[in-house]
């Protein structure tokens, strides 16, 4: 991540996650979903969702899909 360099608990890295976000659902949706995981990042999130090792580092695995919202439409 360029802001937290390796120090993201999250995969992918917030700013990896943000990105995604907004490509696929736009600015305001995008937005939302990016505020949203900021909030949870590093906090309950870490014992919640499955860990990955990525590079010998064990990190929480939450990647855009596992978030999109229910109305979200899947093409």
Same mark, same amino acid.
């Given at each position: ?6 120090? &993201?608990?999250?995969?992918?890295? &917030? ?5 995604? &976000?907004? !490509? ?16 949870? &990042?590093?906090?309950? !999130? ?6 990955? #090792?990525?590079?010998? !580092? #064990? ?5 855009? !899909? ?10």
């Amino acid at each position: 991540s360029p802001i937290d360099g390796k120090n &993201c608990p999250m995969y992918p890295s &917030c700013s990896r996650y943000s990105l995604q &976000c907004l !490509e696929k659902h736009g600015l305001i949706i995008g937005w939302f979903m990016t505020f949203d995981r900021l909030m949870r &990042c590093g906090r309950d !999130e870490l014992r919640l969702s499955p860990a990955i #090792l990525v590079n010998d !580092e #064990l990190l929480c695995y939450d990647p855009l !899909e596992n978030n999109d919202f229910w109305w979200w439409n899947k093409q």
